[in-house]
Structure formats: structure tokens, C-alpha cells
């Protein structure tokens, strides 16, 4: 397969409009048509309640050219899942673990011309997205949704790559302590913009939110998880009801323990005690593994490993969760699907 003329190297994370997307309607109880369009836009009635009270939930996960031309999916189960938890909590139909794949590869196959080629480090980002649609005014669910996969070629989320980067604590929450933090839906990210925007115009990547109970332990950044490595090289990422399950770190979870040998915590952060961490990352499927050099906190600079080279673990599971993802490191059992 021929492939389209594109800076492959230096792609960033962008939207581009691919030839074709996947789209399923639910009407009458049940999800009916459903196939690939050429048509980017939709149109919608102005009471659809994905307007007024945010009945929108995603899922993001990428696709990969492989050294022998094949093309992996990232453990799109655990995407599919997390999209069916997420229309649970907004009372939103859920999408079909099969159909949910079956749309994937059909966007990939049909826009495979735009996957970036093997040793590029580019990746198809694949963004399935539902909402709630239909004329309505009163806070309730939809009667109708839409469902959709596009896609585009996509580099580094965070600038840089594996270059470590400086985060801020937000003042601001995210999502509340049992509100919305574990689904992936839409009111997070809205709630995410300002924080975000302040924290890049003081010139840092984005924030790291701390727990809305007490502000005194890490959630997680408002596109990624966080992880720490500890002084006794112990793997630990927060436990909260609040921050997204995320799948790259279940993936690291998993990885440190049976692939580097060490000890994995689920566990509290807490912010005065982050000296016992000598390295820490941000980490999802857009921002893979992005380290954290700095974190301010009010007027400190709390540095990790360092504001200029990435640590060694940080680096090995790097390379073990990207080898695993582009066919070159063998996978756990039912992590990788092939287009
Ligand atoms: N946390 C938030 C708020 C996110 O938006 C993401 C991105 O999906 C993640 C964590 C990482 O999740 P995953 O590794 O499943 O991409
Ligand atoms: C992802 O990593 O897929 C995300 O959804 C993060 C996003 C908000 C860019």
C-alpha cells in the first residue's frame, strides 16, 4: 500500500481530515446502520442534549505500522470497555465490544494510505467518540446517538518525545471525587481547558491535578496518567476514584513487574513525600511515555531525575511498551489484534 506524501517525522498532534470514518446511528432501543462515510461533518438538532449537558463520552487508542508491513491495535478490548463504563455513567448506550473493533479496522483499512510508515515513530491516532443526539430541553439522556471513529496521523503529544518536560500542580480540579474522573467523558476535558491554558501560557507542557478531597496526593495530568519510580525502584501510579484507568498504565503496570522485575503499587502520591520518587512520567496513548522533569508546585520546583535526560527505567519501559506496540518485542497474550 502506497502511502501519501507527509512530513512523517515530525508530525505533532493535529486534526487532518481523512477520507473516510466510521458512523453507527442508535434509534428505537437499537444501534442500526452503522458503516463508513465520507462525510466529516454532522448535523444535529439544536436541542441534542451533547449540546446542553455534555452527553459525550470517547475513547482514543492508536494503530501501528509494523517492520513486516502489517498494522497492530494497542489492546482495543480495554478501549471498548472503558467506552461501555463511560456510557454507563452518562446513561448512553453501550457500543458493542465487536463493533467497536470492527469500525477500527475498517477506518484504518480504508485510510491506511495515511498511516505513517514503520521507524517514522508516527502512529494512526484512532478517536471513537458517542453522543447523545435528538431534540430535547429537559436534563435527561437522549433518545438517539451517534457513534463515530476517525482518525489521523499523529507524532508527539508532549513536544519533545522522551525529552523530560515541566509540569504544574493545578489549583483547579478536573472532576470531583465521585463524580466523573473514571470516564472518559467530555465534562472533564472542558473542565481541563483553563487550568491547561494557564499552565501553558506560564510555560509548562499542561498540569498535574491533585486529589479534590485535599490537595495533598498526585492525580494524574489532564491528557495522561502519572507513574513514579521510587528509591527501591519500585513502579507506583496513584489510587483514585477520580483519575482515568488508564490502559498504557495497567500496560506499565504489568510491564515493570513481569518484564523489568520490579515491585508495582497502586497507592497514594503524596505531595511531601516526593523526594522518595527519583523519576516520574506522564503516561497514555497520546503522550506514550512523556518524562517529568520539573513539577511546580506554588513557588518550588520539585525536579525528579532531571529537566534534560530521561531516567533509565523511564527509558527501558519506554522501549519495551513501544516495542510491544510496533511488532517488534513479543506481547502479552491478547494485547495486540492486527488490522
Ligand atoms: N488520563 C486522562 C485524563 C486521559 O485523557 C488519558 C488519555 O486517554 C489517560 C489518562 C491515559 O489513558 P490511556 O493510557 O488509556 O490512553
Ligand atoms: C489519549 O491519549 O488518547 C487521549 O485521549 C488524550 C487526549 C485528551 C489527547
Redesign the pocket.
Same mark, same amino acid.
Given at each position: 500500500m502506497s502511502t501519501v506524501e507527509l512530513d512523517w517525522e515530525n508530525l505533532g &498532534?493535529d486534526y487532518m481530515e481523512l477520507p473516510y470514518r466510521y458512523r453507527a446511528y442508535y434509534r428505537d432501543g437499537k444501534w442500526q446502520e452503522a458503516g463508513l462515510t465520507t462525510d466529516a461533518n454532522i448535523t444535529l438538532n439544536e436541542g441534542s442534549p451533547v449540546f446542553h449537558y455534555g452527553q459525550a463520552a &470517547?475513547? +482514543?487508542?492508536k494503530a501501528y505500522r509494523c517492520k513486516d508491513g502489517s498494522i497492530n491495535l494497542f489492546r482495543p478490548d480495554q478501549n471498548a470497555k472503558r467506552l461501555q463504563n463511560s456510557c454507563q455513567r452518562l446513561l448512553m448506550p453501550e457500543v458493542p465490544t465487536d463493533m467497536f473493533i470492527e469500525g477500527l479496522k475498517q477506518v484504518v483499512k480504508a485510510n491506511e494510505a495515511y498511516l505513517p510508515p514503520y521507524g517514522t515513530g508516527g502512529t494512526l %491516532?484512532l478517536?471513537p467518540n458517542i453522543i447523545g443526539v435528538g431534540p430535547n430541553i429537559g436534563v435527561h439522556p437522549a433518545k438517539e446517538y451517534i457513534f463515530t471513529i476517525f482518525a489521523m496521523p499523529v507524532g508527539n503529544?508532549f513536544k519533545g518525545g522522551l525529552t523530560p518536560t515541566n509540569f504544574l500542580a493545578a489549583d483547579y480540579d478536573r472532576a470531583a471525587h465521585k463524580g466523573t474522573g473514571q470516564s472518559?467523558v467530555g465534562g472533564n %476535558?472542558a473542565a481541563s481547558l483553563l487550568p491547561g491554558a494557564q499552565a501553558k501560557a506560564a510555560g509548562f507542557a499542561d498540569c498535574i491535578y491533585l486529589d479534590p478531597l485535599t490537595h495533598t496526593k498526585i492525580e494524574e495530568v +489532564?491528557?495522561?496518567n502519572f507513574f513514579g519510580i521510587t528509591k527501591d525502584n519500585e513502579f507506583v501510579t496513584p489510587k483514585s476514584p477520580s483519575i482515568l484507568p488508564s490502559v !498504557?498504565k495497567y500496560s506499565l503496570l504489568y510491564l515493570a513487574k513481569h518484564r523489568l522485575g520490579m515491585e508495582t503499587k497502586e497507592t497514594d502520591i503524596y505531595l511531601d513525600d516526593l523526594d522518595h520518587l527519583t523519576e516520574a512520567g506522564a503516561c +497514555? !496513548? #497520546? #503522550?506514550v511515555i512523556t518524562p517529568i522533569g520539573g513539577f511546580q508546585i506554588g513557588d518550588k520546583l520539585h525536579v525528579f531525575y532531571s529537566q534534560t535526560e530521561v531516567g533509565p527505567v523511564t527509558k527501558k519501559l519506554y522501549a519495551e511498551l513501544t516495542g510491544i506496540q510496533f511488532g517488534d518485542v513479543k506481547a502479552p497474550e491478547g494485547w495486540i489484534v492486527k488490522v
Open positions: &498532534f &470517547f475513547e +482514543g487508542l %491516532y478517536r503529544y472518559k %476535558y +489532564g491528557s495522561a !498504557t +497514555g !496513548t #497520546a #503522550a
